[in-house]
């Protein structure tokens, strides 16, 4: 996947959908030592029952039709996942928590009641991974493993905003993205093709311009609001229950850049919205580094790269992509990272 010490070389053409995690491993929640908790994986495999009501061991696939294929380059960050309120139906609608038995990597599960994992999005203490580890060892054709937000993200410590919410070590099994399934491709295998519909326009996409652009003209907090306000309908049972998304000491550009991301996160067009604002630099800073990570002086932890004063969050540039500018030199790439031979 991205290395530290040479450039992201995967073949373009050959992406998997962006932020799918892994379905065929569950995770163990482990205590340390040092009183630091920690996940590592296991197979996602339960006792379930045949046609002829006899038991035998279904294993989840790694990757279906259905949950769509791993994709380990991207997946959702902590402050993303909770940047929604819990009220809100689009976090339930972003990212995936329920885990059906698939008889048939190549379709819907047969039984959409037939749950082998589920992910709420909170901590989970270690009693509650034991019982229903215990569960499923004991061969109740009935039982799920539980995976909690505490095993894919650090949070030991809520005041270490350094570390709070930085991945752990592993980076497979995660909150899937459900925006980019394509549960259209039923037939002829794993096909490439897909008869989804793809978007032209995002008519959300055009309350948030309008939200925006209500900021830049400073024509008032409530205007903006009232801009926002069909979007907040659609998301809320109660209106008022959106309350809690106006900031209480004056609006700023990332009230309106969170906005955007619970709308359009991990779409394309986010990244060309942080640029336009000039809020990329300051939003990753305020994102924590994984203590693991940091801890076992790992490659990857060269991803962070010293600028400005703190420590930013920076990927290797392209090579695909560096190579087709006729002026580039080392100077403009992300530092840190050994180029090779190209410049």
Known sequence: ????????????????????????????????????FTA????????????????????????????????????????????????????????????????DDKAAPSDMTDTVAYMPFRAITLEEDEWHRKWVESGDPHAYYLDGMNEVYDMDDPNDTRHY???????????????????????????????ANGTVIRLAEMFLIDAECAFRLKEGEQVVYNALKPLWERAFDNLE???????????????????????????????????????????????????????????RYADYVKEYGEYLYIKPFPESQATRFKVMSRELLPPGYDYGSLF
């Open 165 to 195: 919410g930085g991945p752990l070590l592993h980076r497979s099994r995660y909150y899937s993205l459900k925006k980019f399934y394509d549960r259209s491709r039923t037939e002829k295998g794993k096909q490439d093709e897909g008869t």
């Open 40 to 103: 590592t994986m296991r197979s996602l495999a339960v006792t379930r029952l045949d046609e002829s009501g006899s038991k035998f061991t279904f294993s989840m696939p790694c990757h279906s039709m259905y949950y769509g294929r791993e994709y380990r380059h991207i997946m959702p960050s902590f402050a993303w996942i909770n940047m929604f309120d819990n009220k809100d139906k689009r976090k339930a609608e972003t990212f995936e928590t329920l885990y059906l038995r698939i008889d």
């Open 241 to 299: 229950d959106a309350n809690v998304y106006k900031p209480k000491n004056g609006m700023d550009i990332h009230f309106i850049v969170d906005e955007y991301s619970r709308e359009l996160g991990m779409e394309f067009n986010t990244f060309f919205i942080l640029k336009r604002t000039r809020t990329l630099l300051e939003r990753i800073g305020r994102l924590p580094i994984s203590k693991e990570e940091e801890n076992s002086g790992i490659l």
């Open 1 to 36: 996947q991205w290395t530290t010490d040479k450039t992201f070389n995967t073949d373009e053409a050959g992406y998997h959908r962006f932020g799918i995690g892994r379905t065929c491993e569950t995770l163990d929640l482990k205590e340390k030592s040092t009183n630091n």
